[in-house]
């Protein structure tokens, strides 16, 4: 199994700046996507920004310019850099794993999608 602990969610006055850290545990082999999404009271689940395996990276159009996600493909690792935040960014931040493929002794698994347990990112005007 796969495990996804994410950290660095604070409280933070508007156009201040946080970074959230995200790691993959397990007997990890490759890992196809990797994303941060976030959750607002009485909102969906929506994604902030995700890269793949090759580097490909996507940014929703509202943190564009402002968030700057980044992977360790070794580390099984991503970073979401926050800076000019917003109170609209407040929510709970998930880190989440797409196409996690691992081993269990000498077989191969692949995990379709996992999700860490959430981060609290609070945005003060």
């Known amino acids: 199994q796969v495990q996804l602990v994410e950290s660095g969610g604070d409280l933070v006055q508007a156009g201040g700046s946080l970074e959230l850290s995200c790691v993959a545990s397990?007997?990890?082999?490759?890992?196809?996507?990797m994303a941060w999404y976030r959750q607002a009271p009485g909102n969906h689940r929506e994604v902030v920004a995700s890269?793949?395996?090759?580097?490909?990276?996507h940014y929703d159009d509202s943190v564009k310019g402002r968030f700057t996600i980044s992977r360790d493909n070794a580390k099984n690792t991503i970073n979401l850099q926050m800076n000019s935040l917003k109170p609209e960014d407040t929510a709970v931040y998930y880190c989440?794993?797409?196409?996690?493929?691992?081993?269990?002794?000498?077989?191969?698994?692949?995990?379709?999608?996992?999700w860490g347990q959430g981060t609290q990112v609070t945005v003060s005007s």
């Open positions: 890269v793949t395996e090759h580097g490909f990276i």
């Open positions: 397990g007997s990890i082999l490759s890992i196809n996507t």
């Open positions: 989440n794993a797409e196409g996690v493929r691992y081993y269990v002794g000498a077989y191969q698994y692949t995990q379709t999608s996992s």
